[in-house]
């Protein structure tokens, strides 16, 4: 799927013609910068000749153009929710359906339903940690993604109830059999390696609806997206 939305598009005078410092701010998306990690500059390759070579005469200039971006290549946030609650802006919402395509573009979803044991608690403020979903056994939970290395945040936590979490992300583990009480939260964020096209998460060998997801953001590491000049 692709994204389309406004991008600003600016000449930095460094790197081989046709290459610019970019920043695509989609409204698809919340408004999300796609910006590189700490250091490092993101590299777009641009089309239309013509217009390149007008940005390319100056020292510094910005234009906004419109922009398709390939989805896959965009960070993706989606909160784990009861189906009817109020959408988190910027992020896509998860009602427990098994994986497929969804409005958004997206491909995720679970391998079994968890429509059931999704939950909107109307206990804390912040609505990423008021809604969850339970894991089944053997529940798998997997994002259509490109093969490469991803930046995961994962928050697990229950305002109304206490119990043991387990996870795991693309066999790496975040927690292992962790007491969280009612209303603890905790987020992690670790690097992990997407070879097959789906990132998953699983917890492991703990019991039904043990675990609970809040929310996952998804972030790829050093690839950005392709901006075509209209």
Same mark, same amino acid.
């Given at each position: ?23 695509l701010?989609?409204?698809? *998306? ?26 390319? =005469?100056? =020292?510094?200039? =910005? ?30 919402? @998860? ?25 909107d ?11 969850? !979903?339970?894991f ?33 992300? *693309? ?5 292992a ?18 070879s @097959? ?10 019991? *039904? ?7 996952? *953001? ?8 392709? !901006?075509?000049?209209?």
């Open positions: 799927g692709t994204l389309t939305g406004t991008g600003t598009v600016k000449n930095q005078g460094a790197g081989p013609a046709g290459k610019f410092d970019v920043r701010a989609l409204a698809s *998306e919340g408004a999300t910068q796609i910006d590189p990690p700490p250091g490092l500059k993101p590299v777009i390759w641009l089309s239309g000749t013509g217009t390149v070579n007008a940005l390319a =005469a100056a =020292a510094s200039v =910005a234009t906004t153009v419109p922009a398709t971006v390939p989805s896959t290549l965009v960070p993706v946030r989606i909160n784990f929710q009861l189906n009817g609650s109020p959408v988190v802006p910027g992020f896509f919402p @998860d009602y427990g359906d098994v994986y497929g395509s969804r409005t958004s573009g997206r491909l995720y979803g679970w391998n079994k339903a968890h429509t059931t044991v999704t939950r608690r109307n206990k804390v403020e912040d609505q990423r940690l008021d809604t969850l !979903c339970h089944h056994t053997g529940g798998v939970w997997e994002l259509g993604v490109p093969p490469g290395s991803y930046d995961v945040t994962v928050s697990i936590g229950d305002p109304a109830y206490a119990s043991t979490y387990t996870l795991n992300v *693309e066999g790496v583990s975040y927690w059999a962790i007491p969280l009480g009612v209303g603890q939260f905790q987020q992690l964020t670790k690097r992990v390696t997407v @097959d096209g789906k990132l998953s998460l699983d917890q492991g060998a703990a019991g *039904e609806m043990a675990t609970r997801i809040n929310y996952i *953001e998804v972030v790829p590491v050093g690839r950005y997206a392709v !901006c075509a000049l209209a």
